[in-house]
């Protein structure tokens, strides 16, 4: 007689969408399939009760379709709360294709792509995540006008990583004010986990402020160009030991998980990756446990999603750098809440994101 074993892939396999881990009663998740330019995508639309849901598109090969559901769902309702606590009229939502963008990445599919999401008639507005940059968003705005993040020659924002960057380091010094009782970063030791565009436009504060500076990343011939450039040094050990003031992940998510959690030597984690904590809950409340002062990711690494929406409000970029450094007096508010409430920071920050969305459902219910 024959016994079949469901594995735990097999049992993940088999859970539907509205059961995955990460569905958090999302509004919308579309499938898009294009057989002729190999698009596999998937939008994910968390929320809209603040406005339209605008969100990057992340080009990643993932292990799984699985893998990538759970990404975009993720990641679509952190935008909800990110667009919230930064007190944007946006809703949250994201995107990602399946595949290696330097590979699989054509005009024809990002256009394609483009069609998918022109076809929600503007419930969600697309902009450049990992795998994508400038140009690609502007295949996109040749068949759809619901993207940002275009280049400043088409009448956009143009890159918003130096301006995630911004964010990321107003809310790190907001950190270290909290729990040094100074926010100068001169000779304070930070690592910075992942060197793409925002990684390394941070690396340039730091430097600039005087910070010891240690970089990471998978990419060598990238660690070396930005060790060189900003004479910052190379940690070639397992970044979660390093012993270290500041540890900024600016990679993917997930990086402070059950294996991770209670190695990291760091007082402050302060970074621009989404989702760094594996459980929100379990790993938040680990850290506080352990006096390390957590920025929460979706506040602090907002200075993106602050340079879009310039485009769809038409403000400019004296507006946008005046949101971005409110970053810090929203952090500093949020890490003294937290103490006084003795609950996480990423708890506090979440309360006040969602007090907002279920104020603006209380007006749009009057």
Known sequence: MQVDVLTA????????????????????VVFCNDKDTGLKAIIGIHNSVLGPALGGTRMWNYNSEWDALNDVLRLSRGMTFKSAIT?????????VIIGDAKTQKTPALMRKFGEFVH???????????????????????????????????????????PITAYGVFMGMKAAAKYKYGSDDLEGRKVLVQGIGHVGEALVEHLTNEGADVYISDINIAKLQEVSEQYSVKIYTGDVYDADVDIYAPCALGATINDATVNRIKATIIAGAANNQL?????HGLILQQKGIVYAPDFL???????????????YGKQEIMRKTENIYNTTLEILKTAEAQSITTHVAALKIAQ???DNRKMENLN
């Open 300 to 314: 602090i690494n907002a200075g993106g999603i602050i340079n879009v929406y310039a485009e769809l409000e038409g």
């Open 119 to 161: 076809s929600l008639s503007g419930k969600y507005i697309t902009a450049e995540d990992v795998g994508m940059d400038t140009e690609d968003m502007d295949t996109v705005r040749e068949v759809t006008p619901y993207v940002t993040g275009i280049s400043e020659s088409k009448g956009g924002a143009g890159n918003p990583s």
């Open 87 to 95: 007190g944007l009229n946006l809703g949250g939502g994201k995107a």
């Open 9 to 28: 892939n097999d049992l993940k396999k088999s859970a539907p969408v509205f059961g995955q881990f990460s569905f958090d009663n999302h509004e919308q």
């Open 355 to 357: 007090q907002r969305i």
């Open 278 to 282: 594996a459980d929100e809950n379990t």
